[in-house]
């Protein structure tokens, strides 16, 4: 790893640390609840954790761009952009529940270079680096070596997808999986990445629910892409297919495009 990029996953790993410190001082507290305009739930730790991100990064690094879920894009066309979710299942944070997540990348031209899945509550941080294999807290983290779909743990995000070709191949799919389940936010891509399941879809993804999950996915020996298998960047368009490895994949993209 060269020093600067070095220097680059230092700093994410200090911003997904205050991020931690920030989004638990609120969690399972009494919180005020706001709609945006999409009808998607708002609280002030959404918006203090991602105000503390933004005031380090334009310290640190104030020629880089930031492009996060609750305020106005910045430097939006920098060579090097952060993208982050101060707390990716803000639904399952005001339930209390454990699998909320802070979500930090840096981009180089639109591409993801570092991601951070950051999971306070449950102590769980994974972290990966472009060409480099990823980590949880530390430690190896390596996807399974399951290759058919009759034998993987699915995991999706349930009923919000867009289009109905999508949502009849998860359908499909989920009629041929071993098990699957609904739900899991963030942390259902840390898991993934260490091996304990095989498959997520997901649709209607923002930039800032999808780019940290990238290099973890990849350094863990994983697959992740959009619904046609390209790969994802700042420009993709909301569809999430990641698997346990490139054999799996093959599997699901030719099911979902049939």
């Known amino acids: 790893m060269n020093n600067s990029l070095q220097e680059y996953l230092n700093f994410a790993n200090e911003l997904a640390d205050a991020a931690g410190i ?20 708002v609280t002030i730790a959404d918006k203090n954790t991602e105000l503390k991100i933004r005031s380090m990064i334009e310290k640190k690094y104030p020629s880089h761009g930031i492009l996060g879920e609750e305020f106005d894009s910045i430097n939006p066309e920098a060579e ?16 209390g529940h ?25 102590d769980e941080r994974w972290v990966g680096i472009k060409n480099l294999n990823s980590t949880i807290n530390q430690k190896p983290a390596k996807s399974s070596n399951v290759t058919n779909i009759e034998n993987a743990y699915l995991f999706t995000s349930g009923l919000y997808f867009d289009e109905p ?4 191949a998860v359908e499909k799919i989920n009629n041929k999986v071993r ?20 498959i997520v879809i997901e649709d209607t993804l923002k930039v800032h629910d999808y780019m940290a999950l990238v290099n973890v996915i990849e350094g863990a020996g994983g697959v992740i892409t959009d619904k046609f298998g390209t790969e994802i960047t700042t420009d993709s368009q909301g569809s999430v297919v990641a698997s346990a490895n490139q054999e799996l994949h093959s599997q699901l993209i030719s099911l979902i495009n049939q």
Not at 28 to 34: E, M, W
Not at 80 to 95: E, K, L, M
Not at 99 to 116: A, C, E, H, R, V
Request: contains cysteine.
């Open 22 to 41: 920030t989004s638990m001082k609120y969690f399972r507290t009494s919180l005020s609840i706001d709609n945006k305009s999409d009808e998607s739930p």
């Open 80 to 95: 090097f952009i952060w993208v982050v979710d101060p707390i990716d299942g803000t639904r399952s944070y005001i339930a």
């Open 98 to 122: 454990k699998d909320f997540g802070n979500l930090i990348s840096l981009t180089q031209n639109k591409k993801p270079i570092i991601g951070i899945i950051n999971c306070p509550a449950h």
């Open 165 to 168: 070709n999508l949502r009849s």
């Open 179 to 198: 098990y699957f389940r609904y739900g899991g936010d963030c942390y259902m891509y840390g898991m993934l990445a260490s091996g304990l399941i095989d």
